[in-house]
């Protein structure tokens, strides 16, 4: 579509989406992809919001809340968060007993400690987690 003015297209750099400016068809195949993975990738993190989430950290704790926010750092932010531990059951074996959970409230995840996230499911039949 010759002659339509400037387009908006989405780039990603460094882990931030910025916009900028666009004047000319050229290349518009090209942004029109990235706007509809960035478009994808936005539906499927607005299609988790509020969704019940298992954080798995590296220090070993797990981390249970609804999913409220993230962003390009990979932090996560979960309401109404409960925390356990996971603690051996004797050295050396490879079965866990789950500690006495503790309400956290508001919790923010640093996403440098992010061992592995899994989501709820809604229904009842299946494993309860993705």
């Not at 010759?2 to 989405?10: N, V, Y």
């Not at 290349?27 to 298992?54: H, I, P, V, W, Y």
């Not at 996971?86 to 007993?97: N, T």
Request: hydrophobic share 35%; glycine share 10%.
């Amino acid at each position: 579509m010759a002659g339509a003015g400037p387009t908006m297209l989405l780039r990603e750099e460094n882990g931030c989406c910025s916009r900028r400016q666009s004047s000319s068809s050229a290349g518009d195949s090209d942004g029109e992809r990235e706007d509809s993975a960035a478009a994808r990738a936005r539906q499927q993190l607005e299609a988790l919001l509020n969704k019940t989430m298992r954080i798995r950290m590296t220090d070993g704790r797990t981390l249970v809340g609804c999913f409220l926010c993230t962003d390009r750092d990979c932090n996560v932010i979960l309401g109404s968060a409960q925390e356990a531990w996971l603690q051996p059951l004797f050295s050396g074996a490879h079965s866990f007993s789950a500690g006495e959970p503790r309400v956290l409230g508001l919790a923010m995840v640093p996403g440098h400690h992010i061992v592995s996230i899994e989501v709820q499911r809604e229904s009842l039949t299946g494993p309860p987690y993705l």
